[in-house]
């Protein structure tokens, strides 16, 4: 079936570094969408990329959607605590038997003072 | 209002209950979402409404029912639960369809003994 896998499933980083995250699909997306999951939280939604090679930035974060539609990647500049959480890319693949959001497996990001 | 509200947010039901789950949301969206989390897994979709009317089943048991009375207003009822069936349960809307933002509700928590 369709999958959408992301690296790593954890990452421990001092306060100050960079964190990055990588999504791959299995098949071509039409849409890639990111969101994160504070601990005990729920989803909320950071962000929509739709074109070919998009690069999208927030304040410390950037977003990238591949070429090819099927990876995309988000990399934090300098993080900082508040940025604990799970990081779920969740993509709609092209013209398959059901059109409907996938999310990937997710990355959980723990930050250190 | 980008609020989507749950009740309970917590819950706690033996085997031969039937409870119900609420969610409501008024941001004119036409699509709602239940969702099912799993500690440390991504969201599994359950069912989507569009417009009122359930369009994705994602063979989800019987024992989970969906109900949209109105466009704010998404139920699930639960009858005869399994303790594997022990989840947060999210619900989602967004605007048209699911290639749009969804909004997450904080969830409900519950726990099948």
């Known amino acids: 079936g369709q999958q959408v896998m992301q690296i790593p499933q954890y990452q421990h980083v001092q306060e100050g570094e960079d ?3 990588y999504c791959n699909s299995s098949t071509t997306l039409s849409n890639i969408q990111w969101y994160k999951q504070r601990p005990g939280g729920h989803p909320v939604f950071l962000i929509q990329l739709v074109k070919s090679g998009e690069v999208k930035k927030q304040k410390r974060l950037t977003f990238q959607f591949g070429e090819a539609k099927k990876n995309s990647s ?3 500049t300098a993080t900082q605590t508040t940025d604990v959480g799970t990081y779920f890319c969740a993509g709609i693949p092209y013209g398959g038997a059901t059109n409907k959001l996938i999310f990937g497996t997710g990355t959980l990001l723990a930050v250190q003072p | 209002d980008t609020e989507v509200t749950q009740t309970p947010k917590h819950l706690v039901m033996g085997m031969t209950n039937k409870k119900s789950l609420k969610c409501e949301q008024h941001m004119g969206h036409r699509a709602m979402y239940w969702y ?8 599994e979709l359950m069912f989507v409404y569009s417009y009122e009317k359930l369009s994705i089943n994602e063979s989800v048991p019987s024992r989970f029912s969906p109900e949209c009375p ?14 594997e069936d022990s989840a947060l349960y999210l619900c989602a809307s967004s605007q048209g369809d699911y ?7 904080p969830g409900t928590r519950l726990t099948v003994l």
Not at chain 2, 36 to 43: D, G
Not at chain 2, 70 to 83: C, E, V
Not at chain 2, 99 to 105: A, I, S
């Open chain 2, 36 to 43: 099912k989390q799993k500690a440390k897994k991504p969201p």
């Open chain 1, 74 to 76: 988000l990399h934090i």
């Open chain 2, 99 to 105: 290639t749009d933002t969804q909004y997450f509700g």
């Open chain 1, 19 to 21: 964190f990055t995250t």
């Open chain 2, 70 to 83: 109105n466009s704010s207003l998404l139920n699930l009822h639960l009858h005869a639960l399994q303790p």
